[in-house]
């Protein structure tokens, strides 16, 4: 099973970004110690040259490093017809221990490494690197993340075993079992209907604010993380089972299948992407003043907000219309 198509490329591309990204840590490790951009030394000359080749392959790994998680859904529901009980992905992510534990932690690094890149791409606008110790700073804080997700990502796959008799998504996200998905699916559907609209009316209202008014940058921000916890929250708890027209099913990888025109996928980008662009406009904040990012940021920023806002629209737009049109009545 090791050597199925999907698990090959997960695997030697998991090997490839890892190195690379630890590479370039130690390349940061050595511009937060010794850059100064007002330095004409041979110290300063090379780690210029370095660091402008490093960023932008770099650039391109972690680019990769965001498509992965989606490859690693796909692949993981690819494998559930080889174990006994599992219906989709959750099954083949409940073999073993690492499985879920693994998708949290690529979920991560997927926003890590968006925020990232929306940092690489605000320094590039600077004609003196204004921003190279924070991206490589939060660089220092991605790498052993994407390190342990490359040994993490190895033990799953290794550990896959057949002969396992799994769980399926009926069990794993039932309120009759214990865990965090239980309690999610065990709230109370009118309660949580209220918080999510409510809390993407106020999210959406706070980036229109930021985008006409350049106000409450920060607060958008944070309401874009809490707004993206609760979404995922509300789909499993009561948007999940209008798309599958069964009040019981709460799954929240069985939406990725053919039978339901992978809109999972869908549904997933847009909060991921909503998400990172919405965040990006907080981590973007303190930099505002920095004369060379004075007349690139601000816009930098609105361009940011108007794709969280519009990706957080469309997936309440799709989840509303599903609800409406769903054979099923609640």
Known sequence: MFFKPGILALFLSSLLISGMVLYA???GALILRYWDIKSGSETQLRLERKTYLISTILGYVLVFQLFS???????????HPFFTGAMCAVGSLNVNQWGFPLVVLKIITFLLAG?????????????????????YLLLLVLAPLILAETIMQAKYFLGLRPEVITSCCGSVFSGD???VAAEIVSLPRASMEVVFYAAMLGTLALGMAFYRRDRMGYGFSAAILLTFLIAIA???????IYFYELPTHHC???ILQKEYGYIGYCLYLLLLVG???????GVLMPFRQIPSL???LPSMQRRLALTSIISYLLFTAIATYQIIFSNLKM
């Open 275 to 281: 998400g990172v662009a919405g965040m990006g406009v």
């Open 25 to 27: 840590s130690f390349t």
């Open 294 to 296: 004075k007349e690139t």
């Open 115 to 135: 925020l990232w890149l929306i940092i690489n791409f605000a320094d590039n606008q600077g004609y003196d690197y204004p921003l190279i110790k924070v991206k």
């Open 252 to 254: 929240p990888f069985c």
């Open 177 to 179: 079992t214990a865990g």
């Open 234 to 240: 509300a789909f499993i708890s009561f948007i999940s």
């Open 69 to 79: 998680l989606f490859l690693f859904i796909y692949t993981a529901d690819a494998l």
